[in-house]
Nanobody, 124 residues
Framework: VQLVESGGESVQAGDSLRLSCAAS????????MGWFRQAPGKEREFVAA????????YYADSVKGRFTISRDNAKNMVYVRMTSLKPEDTAVYYC??????????????????WGQGTQVTVSS
């Protein structure tokens, strides 16, 4: 199983970015997927998650209204569109996939597979 993130860049505050996550090795279309981020010296934190069908989405309060998660099950891809970026959004962003059934979507323990991360740097 492999998750590969892409799309991270160095941008200015107020800019937009779209991160992509390509999943291979298993079909995750029947499972929730999520995005997390980790800033230097901080713990990995929840950003957004999406249900298997894409009908349900979940966001951290810090990104609600600015980030949009989506998925394309035909392509085994998950995306997060990030707008109005702020310096505090600077972090390594990780894609996560769930394989075993769970109730929650906001904890790192709710996911079984992780990508290697992609760096997003937002300058003021």
């Amino acid at each position: 199983v492999q998750l590969v993130e892409s799309g991270g860049e160095s941008v200015q505050a107020g800019d937009s970015l779209r991160l992509s996550c390509a999943a291979s090795g298993r079909t995750f279309s029947t499972n929730a997927m999520g995005w997390f981020r980790q800033a230097p010296g901080k713990e990995r934190e929840f950003v957004a998650a999406i249900s298997s069908t894409g009908h349900m989405t979940y966001y951290a309060d810090s990104v609600k209204g600015r980030f949009t998660i989506s998925r394309d099950n035909a392509k085994n891809m998950v995306y997060v569109r990030m707008t109005s970026l702020k310096p505090e959004d600077t972090a390594v962003y990780y894609c996560a996939a769930r394989w075993r059934p769970r109730v929650g979507v906001r904890s790192v323990d709710d996911y079984d597979y992780w990508g290697q991360g992609t760096q997003v740097t937002v300058s003021s």
